[in-house]
C-alpha cells in the first residue's frame, strides 16, 4: 500500500479504474458486484483530484483498492470456462509484442513492421535469448512465430491469420530449418480468418502441417488463445506449453452455441447457451492436459497474466528455454547422458530471484539427431490421437466393430488376395507336386495297392468310368468350384431361340464353364448334369 502512495494520484486512479475494466471483461459486463459503483466513484475522485485534500484522496482510493482486491478474490476462486475466455479477450491481456520485449533480449522483426505487411495479423521476428549458467551468458538465436491481436487492433484483425499470412509464417520456418534455428511459436486467435481466396485457408493450414511434421528444428509452442485450425498452422511443435488462464478448443464457443442452437444468420446467441458450450468443449489448460493436447503448464497470476506482470514473462522466458532443452536432450543417441540430463532439467526448480541454469544445452542437432527429432514428433501426434473413439462407444458397438474387422479381413484376403493370386498358386502346387512325385509314388505304391485289394472301389451301375479322363473337366480344381465336363468339347451349339432373339454362336468352354449353361442374350437354359446342381447351388454335405 505504501508502495502506491508513492505512485502519482492520476496514475493511482488510472489504475484502480483499469483492475474495475478487467474485472468487468471477466464477468461478462459492469453490472456484476458493485464495480459500476465503484467506477462512478473512481470517476468522481478524478473529477474533484485537485479540489480534495492529498490525505483524504488517498484514504478514498484506499477503500476502493480493498473493495477491488475482495473482489478480485472472489472471482479467482471459482473461474468458469467462459470466464477464462474472456479474460484471454481482454484488451489488457499481454501479447506477442510484450513476449518479444520481455522475453527475448533482442528481436529484428522480418516480413514487413506493422502495416507495411503482407498480414500484420502474423509476426516473425529472429530473436536472441539467452542463459545464465555458473556466471556464464550464452546466447541462442531463434526464430519467433506467432499471432499477433494488440497494437493496432484495427489492422491486426483479432489475431485472424489469413492464407498468405500462414504461408510467411511457413516461409520462415524453412529459412529457420536452413539456419538450423530452433523455432517457437506463440498461439494468440480465435481462428483463421474466413476467406477463401488463393491460396485458401483450409489449404494453407494443410500445407503448414504437412511441412512442419517434416522441418528438421526443434519446435516449441505456446498457447494463450488457441481456436480452430488458425492455432494448427504454427502449433503442430515437439513440446507445447499452455498458459493456465488460456484456452484452447476447435471452435469458439460462441461458433459452438450458433451451431447448437441452429441460429441464423445475424440472429443473437443465448448468453446461457455459449456457457454451455464454452464448458462443454473442454478447453482450459487442465483439460488439455488431461486430453494430452499439450504437455505443460505455465501458471499466471490468479486472474491472467496482463501486459504489466513482469514476474510472469520471466517465468515464461525460463520455460521456454527449459522445453527447447528437453527436445533437443530427447535427440541424443546416448542414452545415459540423455537421462541424466532429463533428470537434472526436471529437478531444476523456477527461482525468480535467480535465473540460472545448471547445465548449458547447445540446440544445434546432427543428422542423426534430425531423424530422430522426426520419429518423436510423429509418434507424439500419432498417439495422441489414440483411444478417444473408442472410450465414447459402448461395449455392444465395440464387438461390433470388432467383427465387421474381421469379416473384412476374411473377405479380404479371400476375394482380394486368393482370388487374384490363384494361378500363381495353382502353378507354385503343380512344380511343388511334380518334384515330389517320383519319390511319392515310390514311397505309398504298395500302399496304395494293398488298401485297393482289402477295399476295391463299387464299379458305377451305368457302367461308366467316372476316373475316365475324357469325362473329367479340365478346369475342375479341388479348391475352385465345379464346372461341368460337357466344356470340355472344343465346338460351338447355337441357341433354340436364335432366330428369335438373335443370339450368337456360343463356344461349349465357355457355355458351360463362365456361363454356367445358360445363354447371356435370351436366358435359355441348357440342360446340365445333377452334380452341377449339388456341388454350386446346395451346401456341402446338405
Known sequence: MEQKRLLDRGKYLTELADRINYLADIKGGIEWGSLQDLLDRVQTLRANMFDMRED????????????????????????????????????????????????????????????????????????????????????????????????????????????????????????????????????????????????????????????????????????????????????????????????????????????????????????????????????????????????????????????????????????????????????????????????????????SFKDEFKIHIKWSLTDSEKKRLLELRSKKYRAMGKGYDVLKQPLTKRLEKAVDSLKQNYYDIRYGLLRQHSRQVQKIIEEVSSEGSVFLKTVTEPVRVAYDFVFPKPKPANGVNQQDPLRKSIFMQDWEQYISPLANEDKTVSCPNAEKYGCKDLWVPDLYGEFSGVCPTCGHHFPLEYQWYLENLFDPGS
Open 56 to 351: 483524504e484522496l488517498f484514504v478514498e482510493m484506499d477503500r476502493i483498492d480493498k473493495r477491488l482486491e475482495f473482489l478480485e478474490d472472489q472471482v479467482a476462486q471459482d473461474l468458469s470456462p467462459i470466464e477464462i475466455v474472456n479474460i484471454v479477450r481482454s484488451p489488457q491481456r499481454f501479447t506477442l509484442q510484450d513476449i518479444l520485449e520481455n522475453c527475448y533480449d533482442s528481436f529484428t522483426e522480418l516480413g514487413g513492421d506493422g502495416e507495411c505487411n503482407i498480414d500484420p495479423a502474423v509476426v516473425v521476428a529472429r530473436a536472441t535469448i539467452t542463459r545464465r549458467v555458473k556466471n556464464k551468458i550464452y546466447y541462442h538465436q531463434v526464430m519467433v512465430i506467432g499471432h499477433e491481436k494488440g497494437y493496432g487492433e484495427e489492422f491486426r484483425n483479432g489475431g485472424c491469420a489469413k492464407p498468405w499470412g500462414n504461408e510467411k509464417a511457413l516461409r520462415y520456418m524453412k529459412v529457420a530449418e536452413t539456419e538450423g534455428i530452433p523455432i517457437h511459436s506463440y498461439i494468440f486467435t480465435p481462428g483463421a480468418y474466413p476467406i477463401e481466396d488463393y491460396p485458401g485457408a483450409a489449404q494453407q493450414i494443410a500445407r503448414n502441417l504437412f511441412q512442419m511434421s517434416r522441418l528438421r528444428v526443434p519446435i516449441v509452442a505456446f498457447i494463450s488463445e488457441g481456436g480452430s485450425g488458425g492455432a494448427e498452422a504454427i502449433g503442430l511443435a515437439d513440446i507445447r506449453l499452455m498458459a493456465s488462464r488460456g484456452y484452447y478448443s476447435v471452435i469458439s464457443p460462441e461458433g459452438a452455441a450458433a451451431i447448437e442452437g441452429r441460429i441464423k444468420e445475424g440472429g443473437k446467441v443465448p448468453r446461457e447457451l455459449v456457457e454451455h458450450c464454452a464448458a462443454q468443449l473442454k478447453m482450459t489448460a487442465e483439460d488439455n492436459l488431461k486430453l494430452k493436447t499439450i504437455d505443460r503448464i505455465i501458471e499466471e497470476p490468479p486472474l491472467g497474466a496482463r501486459r504489466g506482470d513482469f514476474a510472469f514473462f520471466k517465468r515464461l522466458r525460463y520455460e521456454m528455454v527449459r522445453a527447447t532443452d528437453e527436445v533437443v536432450l530427447q535427440t541424443k543417441s546416448f542414452r545415459a547422458f540423455r537421462s541424466y540430463a532429463l533428470k537434472r532439467q526436471s529437478q531444476e526448480k523456477f527461482d
